[in-house]
């Protein structure tokens, strides 16, 4: 029963750091559609660019901080560049099953920086 809780902590700090690397690619869409609307319109919408820009290098930052080579370059095609799943395992070159389980290795691992950077 215990080992079960422990599962359970894993996932959900899993499911946040899930959350998290998918806010790079809404932010990154945000920026383009504000730039296009003022490209258009001659007007801004009430976008920070600033702190948008800012949120995107420090998730960037995150992602290229992960030790693991193969978790990295997964990350890093997943999230910030938006691969599908069969894309990342083809460039990875493994199957998707295992691009499946490199993915949860890589988001364990995402989880425990981003419980380090809030406890420090």
Known sequence: ?????????IDISRVEAD?????YKIMNS???SSQDYGRHFGD???VDETALLAQMFSLRSLVLSVEN???RMFLYHYYIKGNTLN???KLLGVSLRTVGRIKLDA????????KTKNNV
Do not use: Y
């Not at 029963?1 to 902590?9: K, L, N, R, T």
């Open 69 to 71: 080579a193969r978790e």
């Open 107 to 114: 988001l364990s691992s995402v989880a425990r920086k981003m």
């Open 44 to 46: 801004e919408e009430n």
């Open 87 to 89: 894309t990342c395992a």
């Open 1 to 9: 029963m215990e080992g079960s809780f422990i599962d359970e902590s």
């Open 30 to 32: 945000v920026l383009r």
């Open 19 to 23: 959350r998290a690397l998918r806010a």
